[in-house]
């Protein structure tokens, strides 16, 4: 059996029905990356970079895995895809999104891979479900947890948990 790794994963997607989008890209998930250990609550959110689009659902994952992060980067690519992702445009609207936030305390950046997620500081849409999670998540380059990142965070854009038995 080879090492497991935990990777933490954004969810985001503005288009159709959100929420069974998400559902079946968690299923996914579970079948092509590994299993799914913590799941966030779903956090409705204000489009970022393009904000002529609608609201985002949200959502963040802890996710148990055997895989290298290319190969979950691989993984990532093919869910979206069948999902019926299309990437034309960038900050357009999508069917589904999934951004690799961590991979444990790991640190790489090549032409198609940065982990951690370059943009997480910036971006409340992505720590807010992450502060659900894993709080106390340090972040491998800038030292600090996910707490302290929220806390510093110059994003005023909405971020609103949705109550479980709301219609997303």
Same mark, same amino acid.
């Given at each position: ?81 069948? &999902?019926?992702? =299309?990437?034309? @445009?960038?900050?357009? %609207?999508?069917?589904? !999104?999934? *951004?690799?936030?961590?991979? +444990? ?36 380059? &800038?030292?600090? =947890?996910?707490? @302290?990142?929220?806390? %510093?965070?110059?994003? !005023?854009? *909405?971020?609103?948990?949705? +109550? ?5």
């Amino acid at each position: 059996m080879s090492k497991q790794s935990k990777t933490h994963l954004l969810l985001g997607a503005n288009l159709g029905d959100r929420a069974a989008t998400i559902a079946k890209a968690k299923g996914l998930i579970a079948q092509k990356i590994g299993e799914v250990i913590k799941t966030s609550s779903f956090y409705e959110t204000q489009p970022w970079g393009n904000p002529n689009q609608p609201a985002f659902l949200n959502q963040a994952l802890e996710v148990a895995t055997g895989l290298p992060p290319v190969a979950v980067l691989k993984a990532i690519l093919e869910i979206e895809q069948a &999902l019926g992702r =299309t990437r034309q @445009e960038k900050w357009d %609207a999508r069917t589904i !999104d999934i *951004d690799l936030l961590f991979y +444990d305390a790991n640190v790489l950046k090549t032409k198609d891979l940065t982990i951690p997620h370059p943009h997480l500081h910036e971006r409340n849409f992505a720590l807010v479900p992450m502060l659900e999670i894993a709080p106390n998540k340090q972040h491998p380059i &800038l030292k600090k =947890t996910i707490e @302290e990142l929220y806390e %510093a965070s110059d994003d !005023d854009l *909405d971020v609103v948990m949705l +109550d479980e038995l709301e219609t997303v």
